[in-house]
């Protein structure tokens, strides 16, 4: 079984600072990994997905992350913020070969973006 | 946007209350899912289905029943609803592991209150 632990339930910062977002998981087998995000009341919207290659990977809205595997970590990085990136950022593990895509979600990361 | 729909949006129901949600999907994706999310825990997989009439359960199954009678129905039951079940519930949809990209695509959310 996988699980996920994102370090910081919430982050403020203020505008046009960097930001960084902790994940960590757990698995015994190799994985995929996710980062997905949920305006107010929304639904979940990928940010950026790692399955093999670089493991620096680049996603939406400039958002990128890095894949460390003897760490297992995979940290969702922006190097200056908006306003409208406040929102919570769900980071989100996949065993390799499952079937059905089954996925293990953390418990969320709360992201504050002040003036 | 995966054309994935909730409904209804919004329910209030009152405790032994039968209540059932509704997912459709206009994306002929295989496998569809049902999350609830409640603040710390992220998302968990309540059933999910790989097929029509082909259901498993999921982390916290107990006290949801679902059905899943054409590709692009997937209902969750709450057959007694009970005040723990308050919460957001997701649907999420995705495809064949032999042509996928391996994410889930999530529908908008339906928040249910249990009095």
């Known amino acids: 079984a996988q699980s996920v632990t994102q370090l910081d339930s919430q982050v403020p910062v203020f505008e046009e600072a960097p930001v960084e977002l902790r994940c960590n998981y757990s698995?015994?087998?190799?994985?995929?990994l996710f980062w997905y995000v949920q305006y107010p009341n929304q639904g979940l919207q990928l940010l950026l997905k790692?399955?093999?290659?670089?493991?620096l990977v680049k996603g939406i809205n400039g958002f990128e992350a890095e894949f460390n595997k003897s760490q297992t970590s995979f940290h969702l990085r922006k190097p200056s913020v908006h306003i409208s990136d406040t929102a919570e950022y769900f980071c989100?593990?996949?065993?390799?070969?499952?079937?059905?895509?089954?996925?293990?979600f953390g418990g969320g990361t709360r992201l504050m973006v002040k003036p | 946007d995966a054309g994935i729909t909730q409904s209804p949006r919004h329910k209030v129901t009152e405790t032994g209350t039968p209540v059932t949600l509704r997912c459709h999907q206009t994306?002929?994706?295989?496998?569809m899912y049902w999350y609830r999310q409640d603040p710390g825990h992220g998302l968990r997989l309540i059933h999910y289905s790989y097929g029509v009439k082909d259901t498993d359960k999921g982390e916290v199954s107990d006290g949801y029943s679902v059905s899943r009678s054409k590709t692009e129905d997937f209902l969750l039951t709450l057959e007694s609803a009970t005040s723990s079940q308050t919460s957001v519930y997701f649907c999420a949809i995705s495809e064949s592991t032999r042509t996928s990209s391996y994410e889930q695509y999530f529908g908008p959310g339906t928040r249910l209150t249990v009095t």
């Open positions: 989100a593990v996949s065993r390799r070969g499952n079937a059905g895509n089954m996925l293990t």
């Open positions: 994306e002929n994706h295989r496998y």
């Open positions: 698995s015994s087998v190799s994985v995929y």
């Open positions: 790692y399955l093999s290659g670089s493991t």
